[in-house]
């Protein structure tokens, strides 16, 4: 597997497109509607469990039961199992800089720094440069198996994942015709979301879709500061809500807890080095008070996660920031690259690529705890107008217009990192790549739900232990 930089993008567009066109000789396009478990597929439970034993033991049963609360709960927790299933398998040799994790939930609307609503990427912990198809498959198959939990019918999946896949392949065609700097300053807005969506946005969707985005918009730092945090004695501190939320003082023992805040303190320190001037001198602005680990997602649980309370002017001045653990990617064991000295570092400069619209916050350090373990981490601000979608709400029309929104997202991120040429003439013009991920996503959700029954039966037999909060 070689980096993100191996595209031939030195080349005529005529040699770029036939770059893409011979892996076809390499892979087919209908191959991708294959999938069959390798046979030295291992213990889908014994997978988790190494990567539990990395994590807070106190938080793991917190993971399992999560991922147990349904088949696509379980997904979004699992993405070293398909990462080792799609490495096992062959694949294009066309990289990107991939998103890892690029299921359905990890697309939302976000604040750009310009405070525009847009539409992109959010979730980076297992970036790492490997084939498109890999991104692509874990998309689709997240619709089928969404599709699933609302009891569609078998052609009502396929036509979800349908929709999701041609809307990336035929963006990625367009991209392929633009000029370069067009392709990286590409930006799906309030306004091109339209746009992407246009005929088929239906009147009640174009609704649906505006109150989406008012809520969004109310979902700023000052209301998780408002719901996060209580007036104390002290001023402002976080609230506590344990196991979600558990404040340092609550946490570790006084001594304890003073060393583990120096920690932080210089983990802040430290982080606005990885921030451009002009954001440092803003950081400046502001005084750390507060300190509280939090649980996050379904396949971070177990991750350290601080959230890291600031104040500017006053107590009415907040600014959250969140630190969290970055662990080595799921895909590293499978794409053979160069290994990475900071993971934090590794997923601020893949979401820097991906995404258009990072968070003038972000950056990442590296700290060492109280047992002497040295970690890497990366920051980013806690909430900025973040919209989530729900897929057990939608019916199947409107999640095909979402799985629209997401393929069409996906293919503008692998366009600013990988080749869009060499990509669009791999994926032709042509539905045969189409049709062969609504196969593979078909398949994959057989696996899925296998996998999860595998983990029902441990928790039965007791060989893990499920909690929930």
């Known amino acids: 597997m070689t980096d993100g930089t191996a595209f031939p993008a030195l080349l005529e567009p005529g040699e770029r497109a036939a770059y893409g066109r011979r892996a076809r000789q390499r892979v087919s396009r209908s191959y991708h509607g294959w999938f069959e478990a390798d046979a030295a597929r291992p213990d889908p439970v014994a997978v988790l469990e190494r990567q539990s034993a990395l994590r807070l033991p106190e938080l793991v049963p917190l993971r399992y039961g999560r991922m147990l609360e349904s088949p696509f709960r379980f997904y979004r927790g699992a993405a070293a199992l398909m990462a080792a299933d799609l490495g096992a398998a062959a694949h294009t040799g066309l990289t990107v800089q991939l998103c890892g994790d690029a299921h359905l939930l990890n697309f939302r609307l976000l604040a750009s720094p310009e405070r525009r609503l847009v539409f992109d990427i959010n979730d980076?912990?297992?970036?790492?440069?490997?084939?498109?198809?890999?991104?692509?498959?874990?998309?689709?198959?997240?619709?089928?198996?969404?599709?699933?939990?609302?009891?569609?019918?078998?052609?009502?999946q396929n036509?979800?994942?349908?929709?999701?896949?041609?809307?990336?392949?035929?963006?990625?065609?367009?991209?392929?015709?633009?000029?370069?700097?067009?392709?990286?300053?590409?930006?799906d807005d309030a306004d091109r979301v339209r746009e992407l969506l246009v005929p088929a946005l239906t009147r009640a969707a174009e609704a649906r879709a505006a109150r989406a985005a008012a809520r969004a918009r109310t979902r700023t730092h000052l209301q998780a500061f408002a719901k996060l945090t209580r007036v104390t004695a002290e001023g402002r501190?976080?609230?506590?809500?344990?196991?979600?939320?558990?404040?340092?003082?609550e946490l570790l023992p006084d001594a304890d807890a003073a060393g583990q805040e120096k920690e932080l303190r210089a983990?802040?320190?430290?982080?606005?080095?990885?921030?451009?001037?002009?954001?440092?001198?803003l950081l400046r602005r502001y005084r750390l008070v507060d300190v509280a680990r939090k649980v996050v997602g379904v396949g971070s649980v177990g991750t350290r996660c601080w959230i890291l309370l600031?104040?500017?002017?006053?107590?009415?001045?907040?600014?959250?920031?969140?630190?969290?653990?970055?662990?080595?990617?799921?895909?590293?064991?499978?794409?053979?690259?160069?290994?990475w000295d900071n993971q934090g570092c590794r997923?601020?400069?893949?979401?820097?690529?991906?995404?258009?619209?990072?968070?003038?916050?972000?950056?990442?350090?590296?700290?060492?705890?109280?047992?002497?373990?040295?970690?890497?981490?990366?920051?980013?601000?806690?909430?900025?107008?973040?919209?989530?979608?729900?897929?057990?709400?939608?019916?199947?029309?409107f999640m095909a217009l979402f799985g629209q929104?997401?393929?069409?997202?996906?293919?503008?991120?692998?366009?600013?990192?990988?080749d869009p040429i060499a990509l669009a003439a791999y994926l032709g013009g042509s539905d045969r790549f189409d049709r062969a991920l609504a196969e593979f996503a078909q398949a994959y959700a057989d696996r899925n739900e296998r996998d999860f029954r595998a983990l029902e039966r441990a928790a039965r037999e007791g060989r893990i232990t499920a909690a929930t909060a």
């Not at 501190?237 to 003082?249: C, H, K, M, N």
């Not at 820097?352 to 990442?364: K, V």
């Open 124 to 156: 980076f912990d297992e970036t790492l440069a490997g084939p498109f198809e890999w991104d692509v498959k874990r998309l689709a198959a997240s619709f089928a198996i969404a599709g699933r939990a609302n009891s569609f019918s078998l052609k009502e």
């Open 159 to 187: 036509g979800v994942v349908r929709a999701c896949v041609r809307s990336y392949r035929r963006r990625m065609r367009s991209f392929a015709g633009m000029p370069t700097l067009d392709v990286w300053y590409a930006q």
């Open 237 to 249: 501190r976080i609230a506590p809500d344990p196991p979600l939320i558990t404040p340092l003082r």
């Open 267 to 281: 983990l802040l320190e430290n982080y606005a080095r990885s921030l451009s001037s002009e954001r440092r001198r």
């Open 310 to 339: 600031l104040l500017g002017r006053d107590d009415g001045d907040p600014l959250l920031l969140q630190a969290k653990e970055a662990q080595e990617s799921v895909l590293t064991p499978h794409t053979g690259g160069a290994p």
């Open 347 to 397: 997923v601020v400069s893949g979401q820097r690529l991906i995404q258009t619209t990072s968070d003038i916050f972000l950056g990442w350090n590296r700290a060492v705890g109280l047992d002497g373990r040295t970690r890497d981490f990366y920051v980013r601000q806690l909430r900025d107008w973040k919209g989530i979608a729900r897929p057990d709400t939608m019916d199947p029309r």
């Open 405 to 418: 929104l997401c393929g069409a997202s996906l293919a503008r991120a692998h366009a600013r990192s990988g």
